[in-house]
T-cell receptor, first 113, second 111 residues
Framework: NAGVTQTPKFQVLKTGQSMTLQCAQDMNHNSMYWYRQDPGMGLRLIYYSASEGTTDKGEVPNGYNVSRLNKREFSLRLESAAPSQTSVYFC????????????FGQGTRLTVV | GNSVTQMEGPVTLSEEAFLTINCTYTATGYPSLFWYVQYPGEGLQLLLKATKADDKGSNKGFEATYRKETTSFHLEKGSVQVSDSAVYFCALPSGTYKYIFGTGTRLKVLA
């Protein structure tokens, strides 16, 4: 089972460039999430999608947009990358809501120079 | 709202030592509580969970007991191995769909 698949694994961007991080899950989960992980900060929620067709802001949404393309896929877009967006990004999914186990992808290490 | 506080690391232990990583929480009601583990270069994965007060979650020799009196969910293992070296996160739900994660505790086990 693939679980949660993120692409790419590594990316270097120049300030002002745009890019989309892709995430897909094959577990028929309803809820999907994007987190960023920074040293000493734990995981911070960027956006989440409670179910197909809905998206909501998390703790740190500024500078990001998301699309829940279908039940399987949830993408994160950086329209104009900034050095402060250098981080490791994780996509996660859960069957339905936060009482259930969350499954994580392997992460995307993004560096903005 | 709900919140979680876990001990700062890093924690360095010798192989076969006893491990405790403290986690305390504030929450409305009695939500499920989780411990996740992140091995180097990987995403987080569920280590154990407890769904109600006095429940004990356990997995791979790790244990944690849901204590409502002290609002704690401390992670313990009687004898750590080098392969347990990782970052450990305490977590709980915030609302219906969101999770709150602690800042993580890095464990390094020396042979």
């Amino acid at each position: 089972n693939a679980g949660v698949t993120q692409t790419p694994k590594f990316q270097v961007l120049k300030t002002g460039q745009s890019m989309t991080l892709q995430c897909a899950q094959d577990m028929n989960h309803n809820s999907m999430y994007w987190y960023r992980q920074d040293p000493g900060m734990g995981l911070r929620l960027i956006y989440y999608s409670a179910s197909e067709g809905t998206t909501d802001k998390g703790e740190v949404p500024n500078g990001y947009n998301v699309s829940r393309l279908n039940k399987r896929e949830f993408s994160l877009r950086l329209e104009s990358a900034a050095p402060s967006q250098t981080s490791v990004y994780f996509c996660a999914s859960a069957l339905s809501g936060a009482g259930a186990e969350a499954f994580f992808g392997q992460g995307t290490r993004l560096t903005v120079v | 709202g709900n919140s979680v506080t876990q001990m700062e690391g890093p924690v360095t232990l010798s192989e076969e030592a006893f491990l405790t990583i403290n986690c305390t929480y504030t929450a409305t009601g009695y939500p499920s509580l989780f411990w996740y583990v992140q091995y180097p270069g990987e995403g987080l994965q569920l280590l154990l969970k407890a769904t109600k007060a006095d429940d004990k979650g356990s997995n791979k020799g790790f244990e944690a007991t849901y204590r409502k009196e002290t609002t704690s969910f401390h992670l313990e293992k009687g004898s750590v191995q080098v392969s347990d070296s990782a970052v450990y996160f305490c977590a709980l739900p915030s609302g219906t769909y969101k999770y709150i994660f602690g800042t993580g505790t890095r464990l390094k086990v020396l042979a």
